[in-house]
Each structure stands twice: as C-alpha cells, then as structure tokens.
C-alpha cells in the first residue's frame, strides 16, 4: 500500500521562473488555493506527426487543437518512448523505460496489471501532491493481478486505484480487443447482471459467432487482417468474449463516453487541482466515429475520427472556459506512437489519403523504427505561463514529463522512481529551447534507435524490412547498423554508418551506457 502524504505542490510561479529568491510556499490542496495549476494530458491513440491541421495536415480540419496550438506551444521533434501503445504508455507512466521490464508489449484485453501496485506512476506523483488523479479512455496497461484471471463481474482484484488513480473510467485495452466494455474504478461500468462476461484470449466460447465465420454478422466494420475472433456491434474484434449485454459500448458513442466522463471529473472537481489522463480511442482502429462525423473530411473514416478526436478536445477547452480554469490549467497534447493506415479493418484509409501523409515527412509507421514510428505532435498551453504561437525544435521525449511535472509541482519522488525521467520542464514551458542530449526510441521489435539532435541510429537486428502481418509497413530493420544524418535527411534515406563510424560508436556507446543505467541526459 503506498502512502500519500500530500506534502507537495508548491507555488507554480516559483516553480517556473526558477527563481532560487523566490520562496516556495506549500499549499493546502483542500483549500481552493488554485496556484498548483491543474494538469491534462490528452493522449491520442496512433495520431502521427502530419495527422493536424497544425503540423501541417491538408485534408482534415482540427480548429480546437490549432487554437490550443495558437495558444501554446507546438513541438516538432518530441518523441514517444516507442513506436505501440503498452510500452508508449508504460514508459510515459512510470517514467522508465518499457524496454527494461519484460511484459510490456501490446497487452491482451486479459493481461494482469502490467504497472505493478508498488510502482510509483504518475499519478502517485501529482496524488502525493495533493492532486484529485483521473485516467479517462484507452488504459491498455492491464488490469487485475493475473493474466487471464480476471472475474469481470466482481471488482477486479486490482486497478487503477492502487496506482494513484482517484477515478478512473477505461476501456481495458483497446476497441479492437475484449472485454468491449468500459471499467469505472475497477468495476464493469453500467453492468449488466443478465449478462455475465466471460473473456478468453485462447478458445472461443461455445455458441458465440465468430468474425472468420461468419462475416455477413460484420455489419458495421469488416476486418483486412486479423481481428476476426469475438463480434461486438457488428465488428470483429481480438479475443473471445461472451455477455456483457447493456454494458457493451458501441464504438460510435465511445468518443461521447469519455468525453462527458471527463468533463464530469473537471466539473466535480474545479475548487481543487487535478491530474487528468485524458487517453482517447481515436484515432486507433476500429475507427467508427459517430455519425455526425461521417464525411467531415474527404479521407472516410480514418480523417472522420481525427475530427470526432478534435471535438473531443474542444469540449474539454469548452469545459475548461466556461468553468473559468482555462488560464489554470497546463494542457500536454500528444499521441502514444506514430500512424497506421491500414491496421486491420477494411475503413478505405488506405484509398482515401488523398496525399494526406500520416507521418508528414518522416519514414516508418506504427511498430517501426524508423521515426514515424515514434516522432509525434506534442502542444503545451498553459495562458500566461507559456508563450502563445511558439514553436519548439527542442528534442524532447515524453519519457520526461514525469520528472518534469514533478518539477512543476515540487514533488521529490521517492528513491528509484521513475529513473529514467529527467527535467526538462523549462524546454516544456517554452522557457528555453534545451535539448535533451539524447533519446531513446523503441521499436515494436524492440530494436532500439538513439536520436541526437543531428543523428539517429538504429542498431541491427535481423527482423524483416517489412511488418510480417498485413499491410506493407516499413520496420526499421537492417542486419547492419544504420545512421542518419536527421539534420539534413530527415526522411532516413542515406544511411551513412559507414562514413561516420565515429559517431557510430558515439550512440551506440550512450546506448549502451544507458541499457546499463550508466547515463544520464
Ligand atoms: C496489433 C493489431 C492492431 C493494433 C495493435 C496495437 C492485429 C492484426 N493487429 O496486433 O490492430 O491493435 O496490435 O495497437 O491484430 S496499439 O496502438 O494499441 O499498440
Ligand atoms: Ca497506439
């Protein structure tokens, strides 16, 4: 059982100025002191680098995120730790990197608690400072203490309460994997007692159809590749499943759910700071926004659920102004990894870019590691703390903003936390423009890369050029080390390990380093 001390949470000001004559004073949370500025992360799922208006995107709309990008600060070379959700998500978490822990791959619907109880996560952070936490949407980081042991009709036997979660409303893992239904603190929300559940990710469930059976039950969504196990609303989906019966969500009300699930949270709890992990669906697939997205751009479903994403951020902001917590509240907009066209379901996005580009000029995809894979949009808008219409060109990693927004809020993190999370609060506030010396980036395969602010090397490994499951998805891989000079080849053309094989064994020596806890940035 961790304990919460609430000791923290100094004043904001001292904080970002850095000022060492000004005083730090500790803040009662209980009182309506608002200088402890709330916190909001909105983590998209599989936006890329080229997915908004703001960064560039030609065939979609995003005014919310242009306004919060207008208002703020727009990053053009911050990294996810790696290139899926579960060790994006673990990393960005717990703030070591996901590459270190076995079992931190794409999670199961069934997956035990990946993030251990005794884990001090983000949220313990910002709880221990005084801080009403919440994670809203996509967890994706398993639930319960066992794989595959989960009773999904009791309280499951541990979640995001015991990481320093005060509220949490999520769907286990993702829309194309079961249990398709969503868990309020550790519970099936809305269930439904005629409908037991039952989840399995080895045998299908005597009597239940299956997608590769029976595709004329694929009324809302066929399958390209995979997802053709359990139908949930007409889709295919990943694993087996029964029940569940009222509690199913159908994917095009999940953007409604958590949307009004997280206004709700910033409603109840406006007269005191909060940490919001706000982890949206869109724009991973089964993208099935609402209809009264559909053909709201000229890219079908996929540019749809960028859309339905951006509604989603503009009611919060909406929310935020109304309740008058606009200019209180620190706003980190980001995605888990980079983009993925085709990943499975048959939405056309492949046939209805249009020219868009996911991953605007970058090489690689999703699950590569290349940097597509992992470069992706970040804004920071904090009113008055952050200088409206920046942009930063700092390298920078979100394995950082844990340290960072401890920084902010004067946390000292207990020994051996988040180890592999620096400070780089100034560079996140637009104070400066310091680079983080180095990052790290993982590949789905877990082949490592290190990026410098001219460089980026990845080290060999005998994968496949390409994703060895559907569509043509570029890997990364390459049986001999790769160097690109980023500066002036950001598309990763023209490897020239050979010509440089000084800077070769520069990064390969801080990787190596680093692998051993032996560096720091
Ligand atoms: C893959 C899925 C893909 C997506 C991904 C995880 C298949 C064929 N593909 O295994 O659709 O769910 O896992 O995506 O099943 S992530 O963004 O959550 O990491
Ligand atoms: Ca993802």
Redesign the pocket.
């Known amino acids: 059982m961790k304990r919460y001390l609430f000791l923290t949470c100094f004043s904001s000001l001292a904080c970002v100025t850095g000022s060492a004559t000004q005083k730090s004073e500790k803040l009662n949370p209980d009182s309506a002191d608002r200088r402890c500025p709330n916190v909001l992360i909105i983590y998209a799922?599989?936006l890329g680098y080229g997915d908004l208006e703001c960064y560039g995107a030609k065939n979609v709309q995003t005014p919310h995120i242009n306004r919060l990008a207008a208002e703020g600060i727009r990053f053009r070379n911050a990294h996810a730790t790696a290139a899926?959700?579960?060790p994006s998500r673990y990393s960005m978490l717990t703030g070591e990197y996901a590459w270190r822990r076995p079992g931190t791959d794409?999670a199961a619907g069934n997956a035990g608690m990946i993030v251990r109880p005794e884990q001090y996560t983000l949220a313990d952070m910002f709880k221990n400072a005084g801080y009403v936490t919440a994670a809203i949407g996509k967890w994706?980081l398993g639930l319960g203490d066992k794989d595959g042991q989960q009773d999904w009709n009791a309280p499951l036997s541990a979640a995001l309460g015991d990481l320093g979660f005060d509220y949490s409303y999520i769907m286990a893992a993702?829309a194309?994997?079961v249990p398709c239904v969503f868990i309020e603190n550790g519970k099936v929300a809305d269930y439904d007692p005629e409908a037991p559940i039952e989840v399995s990710y080895r045998k299908p469930f005597e009597g239940e159809p299956l997608g590769k059976d029976h595709p004329e039950l694929l009324y809302n969504l066929k399958s390209s590749?995979?997802?053709d196990m359990a139908i949930v609303n007409g889709i295919g989906r990943?694993g087996y499943m029964k029940g569940g019966g009222k509690a199913l969500w159908k994917d095009e009300n999940i953007a409604d759910s958590i949307t009004t699930h997280a206004i709700g949270f910033i409603r109840e709890h406006k007269d005191r700071p909060f940490f919001m992990y706000f982890a949206t669906n869109d724009i991973?697939?089964p993208r099935f926004p609402h209809e009264r997205f559909r053909g709201k751009s000229p890219m079908g479903l996929r540019g749809d659920a960028i859309v339905q994403f951006d509604w989603s951020v503009g009611q919060i902001i909406d929310a935020l102004d109304k309740l008058g917590l606009a200019e209180n509240t620190l706003i980190i907009l980001s995605s888990?990894?980079g983009p993925v066209v085709d990943?499975?379901y048959q939405d056309r996005a492949e046939e209805l870019l249009n020219g868009h580009s996911p991953a605007g000029s970058l090489r690689g995809n999703?699950y590569s590691a290349f940097e597509g894979g992992t470069r992706i949009p970040v804004i920071v808008r904090w009113p008055g703390q952050v200088p409206p219409d920046r942009i930063s060109d700092a390298l920078v990693s979100q394995i950082d903003w844990f340290a960072s927004l401890a920084s902010l809020v004067g946390a000292e993190l207990p020994k051996g936390a988040a180890p592999d999370s620096f400070d780089y609060l100034g560079t996140w506030l637009g104070k400066n423009q310091t680079d983080r010396p180095w990052v790290i980036e993982q590949a789905a395969n877990h082949t490592l890369s290190v990026r410098t602010k001219d460089w980026k090397y990845i080290e060999p490994n005998d994968g496949p050029a390409l994703i060895t499951?559907?569509p043509k998805i570029e890997t990364g891989n390459l049986s001999t080390p790769q160097l690109y000079r980023i500066a002036d080849d950001v598309a990763e053309r023209d490897n020239t390990a050979l010509l440089y094989p000084d800077v070769v064994f520069e990064l390969q020596n801080i990787l190596r380093r680093v692998r051993m806890k032996n560096l720091k940035p």
């Open positions: 799922d599989d899926t959700s579960t794409v994706h993702t194309d994997r590749h995979g997802h990943i991973h697939v888990d990894n990943d499975g999703k499951w559907g």
